[in-house]
T-cell receptor, first 112, second 115 residues
Framework: TQLLEQSPQFLSIQEGENLTVYCNSS?????LQWYRQEPGEGPVLLVT?????EVKKLKRLTFQFGDARKDSSLHITAAQPGDTGLYLC????????????FGQGTELSVKP | GAVVSQHPSWVICKSGTSVKIECRSL??????MFWYRQFPKQSLMLMAT?????????EQGVEKDKFLINHASLTLSTLTVTSAHPEDSSFYIC???????????FGAGSRLTVL
């Protein structure tokens, strides 16, 4: 069974601080996706990384895929209260048409 | 990505009754859809893969007789929670693969509360 270990599970920081969320696995994924989810809603895709070593930036968010495609990180610079939410990493299982395995999630709270 | 509609968005039922949740792909014909369950403050757990015209593929530990999945057309998959009990109370979310690689769209979810 493929597993994704996401850490930390809870993070409470002050506005303006930086943070990093990690996802690690012993398995190789064909791609890794990061989602953000608001309470009572479905996850919304932030980014997909496919190539080992790939780095993608989305405004203040930087996503990195490990060289071996087993791990990924999300770094937020100068966090704002609007960044508060549940962040989920999800690995795509090879050749299974979109089947995703999710990490445990990181509940982020950014205080003004 | 696809446009996905999930219904109902929330439902309350009595213990022992059955509840049907629909997942519709509004603009894309999906031969495969995925059903997830999410408990409060937890992540999404894949329950099953819904396959159009054939039986669903269930993940280990998911009771196929309790969570009935029917994918009768390319735009509709349904999840029926049979003989629901309070421990089945959860947030159920479907997802639909899109046309591009690595593209997956999630429904808004269905909140089930079993009294």
């Amino acid at each position: 069974t493929q597993l994704l270990e996401q850490s930390p599970q809870f993070l409470s920081i002050q506005e303006g601080e930086n943070l990093t969320v990690y996802c690690n696995s012993s398995s190789v994924f064909s791609s890794l996706q990061w989602y953000r989810q608001e309470p009572g809603e479905g996850p919304v895709l932030l980014v997909t990384v496919v190539t080992g070593g790939e780095v993608k930036k989305l405004k203040r968010l930087t996503f990195q895929f490990g060289d071996a495609r087993k791990d990924s990180s999300l770094h937020i610079t100068a966090a704002q209260p609007g960044d508060t939410g549940l962040y989920l990493c999800a690995g795509e299982v090879d050749n299974q048409g979109g089947k995703l395995i999710f990490g445990q999630g990181t509940e982020l709270s950014v205080k003004p | 990505g696809a446009v996905v509609s999930q219904h109902p968005s929330w439902v309350i039922c009595k213990s022992g009754t059955s509840v049907k949740i629909e997942c519709r792909s509004l603009d894309f014909q999906a031969t495969t859809m995925f059903w997830y369950r999410q408990f409060p403050k937890q992540s999404l757990m894949l329950m099953a893969t819904s396959n159009e015209g054939s039986k669903a593929t269930y993940e280990q530990g998911v009771e196929k007789d309790k969570f009935l999945i029917n994918h009768a057309s390319l735009t509709l998959s349904t999840l029926t929670v049979t003989s629901a009990h309070p421990e089945d109370s959860s947030f159920y979310i479907c997802s639909v693969p899109g046309t591009g690689a690595n593209v997956l769209t999630f429904g808004a979810g269905s909140r089930l509360t079993v009294l």
